[in-house]
C-alpha cells in the first residue's frame, strides 16, 4: 500500500471539502416551491468554515526549515488555530447550545495549546486579545 505524503494528504481533504462546499452553494436559487433551502441558509457558515479550513491547511503545509521543533509548533498551531475559526463560525451560525459550549472551551484550550507550544520554543506569546466569545464590559455611569 503506498503511502501518502502529508501535502498530497492536505490537499486532498482541502479539495474534498471545498468541492462539497461548491457542489452546495450550487444548487442555490434551485428551489421547489416554497420549501425553504437549507443549503442557503447554511451558506455564510459553509464558506467561513471553507475559509477557515484554507488557511489551515496553506498554514500546515509551511515549508520545512531544518528545525523539527519549530517546524512541529508552526504545523500545530495553523491546524489549532483552525480549529479556533471553526469554533468561532459555530458560535456565529450554531444553533445547538451544547455544541456552542464546546466551541468557546475548544476556543479557549487551542488558545492555550499554542501560548504554551510557542513558550516550549522560546517564543514571545502572541498579544492578549479578547476571546471571540467574550464581550467588552462596558463602564458604568
Known amino acids: 500500500m503506498s503511502r501518502l505524503t502529508r501535502p498530497s494528504l492536505h490537499c486532498g481533504v482541502a479539495l474534498l471539502l471545498m468541492s462539497a462546499v461548491s457542489a452546495a452553494l450550487g444548487h442555490e436559487g434551485h428551489e421547489h416551491g416554497n420549501t425553504p433551502n437549507p443549503i442557503s441558509a447554511e451558506a455564510p457558515f459553509l464558506q467561513e468554515n471553507a475559509a477557515a479550513m484554507e488557511t489551515m491547511m496553506a498554514g500546515m503545509d509551511s515549508k520545512p526549515t531544518g528545525d523539527i521543533d519549530r517546524d512541529f509548533v508552526a504545523m500545530m498551531s495553523a491546524h489549532h488555530q483552525g480549529a479556533i475559526d471553526m469554533a468561532v463560525t459555530l458560535l456565529k451560525y450554531g444553533h445547538n447550545e451544547q455544541l456552542k459550549r464546546m466551541a468557546q472551551e475548544i476556543i479557549v484550550e487551542q488558545q492555550q495549546e499554542i501560548a ?12 492578549s486579545v479578547a476571546s471571540p466569545t467574550q464581550t467588552p464590559i462596558t463602564a458604568q455611569p
Do not use: E, S, T, V
Open 116 to 127: 504554551a507550544m510557542r513558550l516550549a520554543i522560546g517564543d514571545p506569546l502572541p498579544p
